[in-house]
Structure formats: structure tokens, C-alpha cells
């Protein structure tokens, strides 16, 4: 199938890419044909963020967005942000300036912008998974194709076989969001992050739930962000507490996957900052609506790849434009879509070069927010109190202006140290009320994925995870995996042996960061598999 521009993802930057293309054929009266291909089953099915909205770049997409409806009806009331330590929690001057921004479900917000991108003539194709680039013999990428449908786990066809999609595209933009499997394979082939701002990309693991409490504790508007315990000195991360409407509240832990400790377990992390005595009475008697848990980028200004390849960009997550310090990135997300759009029409209709996504993104003011907040995450390399100081004077006296621009430590994956030189770390056990087992809250997260299929998930190396991974690190695969897809369990000889559960799979991507020796390689499963998210 053959197009004007073929976008991979629909998320707030693939569907505002859709719209500012579809609006600039009716400014200029052309007709170019837009496709976008989701993986999720629906439009927002795989979408999860905290998520305080900043409504920047939609009011420049869609200034009407108010009167056309938009999910977004819960304005900020109150900025807060707390010190935990184990029993007590200290508030601090709050950073984050969320005055006029809202307190929103992504997933509902991008179903939305689905609707908005289908009204102007964009065609989308939810539950068809991206899942091998196109290129011509000069090396210019020409579009995407979808997996195979109805596969056996052994490699036969099933009676239900589909061949996968051939869409080709004038233009390809990649929004697959952080860590995206094309996206990645892109920009190792091309050398983007090399040709861009140079530094490797750091990432966190964002675990949330939506809870329904009970109305006399509800307060929409309300924003809570902690740091400090659960987490030790060492590792960089907080949770964040958001009183949606309808009773509901957003509650989240967010931990950045470059700690030390193999025992560490963000989901177990998460578990246990709900029993603190400043957040469980606000839990307690209430249900939990829904799970999920997703990677993020860190990286900021220094980790921005060159989002332009031959034949088509890189927006989004999947390139990286998160603003630490404010905790957002859907706003710059949703506007490199937009200047991704203005350069690919441009390039169609007055044959100039995709080349000025780039030159557009730097005199931005995407680029000018993360140039500003640049020093922030590197900061808290030196630990939690050295970098809420060197934080501090960023933000209240340099404003942003430092003469000098740190460097992020190592890769995630090479910051793991062996197993010898911790402890385990004893969680308790869930207590049923305000905090559960994974498969509680997998089931809360609507997962599904044809157990029949071959496992999406790909060892290089076989071998790692019992002759490298277990002995050396403890098999931090169990641990850093919210979904429980990786197990060590023991074989007939009573050896321990990984099991891949790759039905389990929220597509978060922690293990294709994390893993020590990078041998996870994540690709995508059937289209229509993965979480189902509905409030996220």
C-alpha cells in the first residue's frame, strides 16, 4: 500500500504529525494520503504517562481544543512536593510551576486526538504491529512492513495466517515512543545519537495505577511529587500522586533504571511506597482501576539524537525531547510531530529537505525548554542531597545558564554492579489493601497476547542469563521486569533456568535497557497484543 507519509505510532506526537499534515493540505489545497500503524488493539491501548498536562503545544495544533471537547477538564489546583523518609514526610518548596497545565489520562487524550486525525482524512490502522524498515538500493528508508499474523510458537501458519503489510511511504516518521524497536535499529544504522548531541540515552521505569477513592479524600487538581524513600541516597527517581475527576487518582513511582543495587525491584519499590503513612490512609478503601508500567527517556538536551535519516525523522519519545525537571514530554513530543509535519510537507510539495525538522527543532522552543533544563538529571549523578543542591542552584539562581553542561554517568546497563557486593533486599509481602502481587495487578492491566505465537523477546545469547546474568548479578532479569516475564526456575537437575513469559509483556522495555550484557533484544509481537489502557 503506497502513501504520501506512513507514520509508525499513535501516540500524542504520530497523531499531532497526522493533523498538521492534514491541516496544511486544507491551508494549501493539495491532498496527501497519511497512514499511521498502532500496535496497540485500539488508539490509546498502549499510551501510559502520569500525567499533568501543559497544553502548549495543542493550543498552536488545535486552538479550540476547549469548545471541540478535549478530555481535559481538570485544571491544577495545588503544587506539591514532599521529602520522604521512611515514616515522615517534609514538604519543600515546590519546583514545578503547573499553573494553567491539567491533570489528564493520556490514553483518553490521545483516543481523541485519533478521532481529530480520522475527521481530517487520516487513515489508521490500530492492531497492525511495525515490524522491519523498508529500504531502497540507495539505502533510503521507503516505508515499513507489519509482522506476520497467525504464526504457530513452533514457526508454522496457523489457519488464521495473514502476511504481514508492505506500506510505503514518501515520507516515514517513526513515533514509536521511548525506546522504540525501529527507532533504535535507525539510529544505530545511521549513527543519529553521534551526528546529534553525542551522549548515550539514560531512561527511567515509570510504574503507575489509577485508583478510585472514596469522595470525602478527593481533591481534583491536586498535585503531589515525593523524593527520598522508598528509594536509597544512590538512586535517582520519586513518585508522583495526581487527583484526576470521577474519585480518581493517578498514583505512580518513577525510578531511574541506572541504579546499582541487582536486588533493586521497581514494582516491590512502588509496593512499598504505598504503605507509607502519608499516602496509604489516602489509599485505603479504595479499588485499584487499572496497571501498567513504561520506560521514559532521561537523557534531555545532551542525549538528542539527529532525528533525520534518509527518507523520513524520528519524533517523539522515540528521539527523546522529556523535560526532567518538569516531569513532562507529551507537550514537546506533540510539537516535534508538528515541526516534523511542516518539514515532510515542505519536502513533498516544494521539494526542500527533510534537513530542516532538525535546523526547525533547534530554533524551537523544545530546544530552548531542554537546553534550559539540561544540568538537572545529571546532577543527581552524585547522589540524592549533592543533586537536589546542585539542582537548586540551577533552577532558582542560574536559571538554567550554567557555563557548563554535564555529562550523564554510564549507560544503565553498565551501571548494575555485581550481586556480591549487596544484599538481598527483603520486601513485604503484599497486604492485599494497598499493595499486591503482579498477577493482581497484571490483571488489572487488560495484557493479552495469543499465547500461541513466537516469544517477541529474543536472547543473542542463550547462554547469559544462567553462565553471566545469575551467578554475576543474581538474575536481575526477575526483578527489574513489572511483569514478571522473566523467571528463573529450576529445571529437572534442579538447576535454575530462565523462563521467558513473554505473554506477560506490558511492552514497557525496562529489559532491553537494563539487561547487563544488552541481550534482550525486544521486537514487537502480533499487532493487537500488550495492555489494554483505558485511563492511563
Known amino acids: 500500500?503506497?502513501?504520501?507519509?506512513?507514520?509508525?505510532?499513535?501516540?500524542?506526537?504520530?497523531?499531532?504529525?497526522?493533523?498538521?499534515?492534514?491541516?496544511l493540505c486544507q491551508q494549501k489545497e493539495v491532498d496527501l494520503s497519511v497512514c499511521v500503524v498502532e500496535k496497540g488493539a485500539e488508539v490509546g491501548a498502549h499510551i501510559l504517562s502520569g500525567n499533568v498536562f501543559e497544553p502548549r503545544a495543542l493550543d498552536e495544533l488545535v486552538p479550540?481544543?476547549?469548545?471541540?471537547?478535549?478530555?481535559?477538564?481538570?485544571?491544577?489546583?495545588?503544587?506539591?512536593?514532599?521529602?520522604?523518609?521512611?515514616?515522615?514526610?517534609?514538604?519543600?518548596p515546590s519546583p514545578f510551576d503547573n499553573k494553567g497545565n491539567y491533570v489528564i489520562s493520556l490514553s483518553q487524550l490521545v483516543r481523541w486526538l485519533g478521532q481529530k486525525a480520522e475527521e481530517l482524512g487520516v487513515e489508521i490502522y490500530p492492531g497492525f504491529a511495525a515490524?522491519?524498515?523498508?529500504?531502497?538500493?540507495?539505502?533510503?528508508?521507503?516505508?515499513?512492513?507489519?509482522?506476520?499474523?497467525?504464526?504457530?510458537?513452533d514457526g508454522s501458519r496457523k489457519e488464521n495466517y495473514q502476511r504481514g503489510v508492505a506500506l510505503k511511504g514518501r515520507v516515514t516518521l517513526l513515533a514509536e515512543g521511548?525506546?522504540?524497536?525501529?527507532?533504535?535499529?535507525?539510529?544505530?544504522?545511521?549513527?543519529?545519537?553521534?551526528?546529534?548531541?553525542?551522549?548515550?540515552?539514560?531512561?527511567?521505569?515509570g510504574i503507575k495505577e489509577v485508583?478510585?477513592?472514596?469522595?470525602?479524600?478527593?481533591?481534583?487538581?491536586?498535585?503531589?511529587?515525593?523524593?527520598?524513600?522508598?528509594?536509597?541516597?544512590?538512586t535517582y527517581g520519586g513518585s508522583f500522586l495526581y487527583h484526576m475527576k470521577d474519585r480518581q487518582v493517578a498514583v505512580g513511582l518513577v525510578v531511574a533504571l541506572d541504579y546499582q543495587n541487582p536486588f533493586l525491584n521497581p514494582y516491590e519499590e512502588y509496593q512499598r511506597f504505598k504503605r507509607h503513612p502519608a499516602i496509604r490512609p489516602l489509599l485505603e478503601g479504595g479499588t485499584v482501576l487499572q496497571?501498567?508500567?513504561?520506560?521514559?527517556?532521561?537523557?534531555?538536551?545532551?542525549?538528542?539524537?539527529?532525528?533525520?535519516?534518509?527518507?523520513?525523522?524520528?519524533?517523539?519519545?522515540?528521539?527523546?525531547?522529556?523535560?526532567v525537571p518538569k516531569i513532562k514530554g507529551t507537550h514537546t513530543a506533540m510539537k516535534s510531530g508538528m515541526l516534523a509535519a511542516e518539514s515532510a510537507f515542505s519536502m513533498l510539495q516544494e521539494g526542500l529537505k527533510m534537513e530542516n525538522y532538525w535546523d526547525n527543532l533547534q530554533s524551537s522552543w523544545i530546544w530552548e525548554e531542554l537546553y534550559t533544563a539540561r544540568n538537572y538529571r545529571p546532577a543527581f549523578e552524585y547522589g540524592l542531597y549533592p543533586g537536589l543542591a546542585l539542582s537548586a542552584v540551577e533552577h532558582y539562581i542560574l536559571k538554567g545558564r550554567s557555563p557548563v553542561t554535564l555529562?550523564?554517568?554510564?549507560?544503565?546497563h553498565e551501571a548494575t554492579r555485581e550481586a556480591q557486593l549487596f544484599s538481598p533486599i527483603e520486601y513485604p509481602k503484599p497486604d492485599g489493601v494497598v499493595s499486591f502481587d503482579v498477577p493482581t495487578s497484571l490483571y488489572r492491566s487488560n495484557t493479552n497476547h495469543d499465547h500461541d505465537q513466537p516469544s517477541h523477546?529474543?536472547?543473542?545469547?542463550?547462554?547469559v542469563p544462567e553462565n553471566v546474568n545469575l551467578p554475576k548479578y543474581a538474575g536481575p532479569e526477575a526483578r527489574y521486569c513489572p511483569a514478571r516475564v522473566y523467571e528463573y526456575i529450576p529445571d529437572e537437575t534442579g538447576d535454575l533456568k530462565l523462563q521467558i513469559n513473554a505473554q506477560n509483556c506490558l511492552h514497557c522495555k525496562a529489559c532491553s535497557i537494563k539487561d547487563p550484557k544488552q541481550n534482550i533484544e525486544w521486537t514487537v509481537p502480533e499487532g493487537g497484543g500488550g495492555p489494554g489502557y483505558t485511563i492511563m
Open 407 to 412: 555529562n550523564h554517568g554510564k549507560p544503565d
Open 131 to 153: 515490524s522491519e524498515i523498508l529500504c531502497n538500493e540507495h539505502n533510503e528508508v521507503t516505508g515499513i512492513a507489519t509482522n506476520d499474523m497467525g504464526v504457530a510458537k
Open 64 to 92: 479550540h481544543w476547549k469548545e471541540e471537547e478535549a478530555p481535559i477538564d481538570v485544571p491544577v489546583t495545588s503544587d506539591n512536593f514532599w521529602l520522604l523518609t521512611e515514616n515522615r514526610a517534609f514538604s519543600l
Open 211 to 234: 485508583w478510585e477513592i472514596d469522595a470525602d479524600k478527593h481533591q481534583p487538581g491536586y498535585v503531589l511529587h515525593t523524593l527520598g524513600w522508598p528509594l536509597d541516597q544512590k
Open 291 to 323: 496497571y501498567g508500567a513504561r520506560s521514559l527517556n532521561e537523557g534531555g538536551f545532551q542525549s538528542i539524537p539527529y532525528p533525520v535519516f534518509p527518507g523520513g525523522a524520528i519524533i517523539g519519545c522515540s528521539a527523546g525531547f522529556l523535560n
Open 1 to 23: 500500500m503506497n502513501y504520501d507519509v506512513v507514520i509508525v505510532g499513535a501516540g500524542p506526537a504520530g497523531l499531532s504529525a497526522a493533523i498538521k499534515l492534514k491541516q
Open 178 to 205: 521511548c525506546r522504540g524497536s525501529l527507532s533504535e535499529k535507525l539510529i544505530k544504522k545511521y549513527n543519529l545519537r553521534e551526528k546529534g548531541q553525542g551522549q548515550h540515552q539514560t531512561y527511567a521505569l
Open 457 to 463: 523477546l529474543h536472547l543473542k545469547d542463550p547462554t
